[in-house]
């Protein structure tokens, strides 16, 4: 078990490390602004200053969800808003999205669960693919679950770990904690986190998680 403290840090770490490549593209987009010299490279530079800030605003919006207060409602959640938050997020991602997320209830504490397995998910595809995300309802829970097809396919060590509910050796850091995060999130609406790996296909299931959480 991890102490609240250092687990809010290292959360903390990782969310600075997936925003600081846009934000930093945005510096150095404003700065080649001032130095642009004829209107084709001015017009690049104002392209790449575009799509930068919509990276850097969709990965805000997407970590929100994941690690922030937005995913801890039980509320319904809109599913139209949740759908576009994760396509836009993955634009900026190698891997493709397939989507079939259709049950009666999905809550926001339900998509939170979705987005970190989404994060296991284009973890596992390094090279691409595609992330195909579903769920179903089994009785009074819900499954969701995320397949990452791709190329090179691999399961990392600290998912493994984190599903065992063990420490990897030296300890968790910031760019090992997603997964623990993830079972964490996955174990509060008193579901399970497993992860297989089946020829080209990594596949993320969280199981039997409370259907009005």
């Not at 009666?104 to 669960?113: G, T």
């Not at 397949?147 to 691999?154: E, H, L, Q, R």
């Not at 080209?200 to 039997?208: E, L, P, Q, S, V």
Request: with cysteine.
């Amino acid at each position: 078990m991890i102490e609240p403290s250092r687990l809010a840090a290292l959360i903390a770490s990782r969310i600075c490390h997936d925003l600081i490549s846009p934000v930093a593209t945005v510096n150095s987009a404003l700065e080649m602004m001032n130095d642009a010299s004829d209107a084709e490279l001015k017009a690049q530079t104002e392209q790449l200053l575009h799509n930068s800030a919509s990276h850097a605003t969709a990965r805000l919006q997407f970590l929100r969800y994941a690690f922030g207060s937005a995913g801890l409602s039980d509320s319904s959640a809109a599913r139209h808003e949740m759908r576009k938050v994760i396509e836009q997020y993955m634009e900026s991602q190698k891997p493709e999205l397939e989507w079939d997320i259709d049950t009666p209830h999905f809550s926001y504490s339900h998509a939170r669960v979705l987005m970190n397995i989404v994060l296991l998910a284009i973890k596992s595809i390094p090279r691409g693919g595609v992330v195909s995300l579903k769920s179903f309802n089994d009785g009074n829970a819900l499954t969701i679950v995320a397949n990452a097809s791709g190329k090179k396919v691999m399961m990392h060590e600290e998912v493994e770990i984190a599903i065992a509910g063990e420490a990897p050796e030296g300890g968790w850091k910031a760019d090992t904690i997603q997964p623990y995060f993830a079972n964490l999130v996955i174990s509060e609406l008193e579901g399970t986190l497993s992860a297989t790996l089946k020829d080209d296909t990594a596949i993320f299931m969280a199981r039997n998680l409370r259907a009005t959480g």
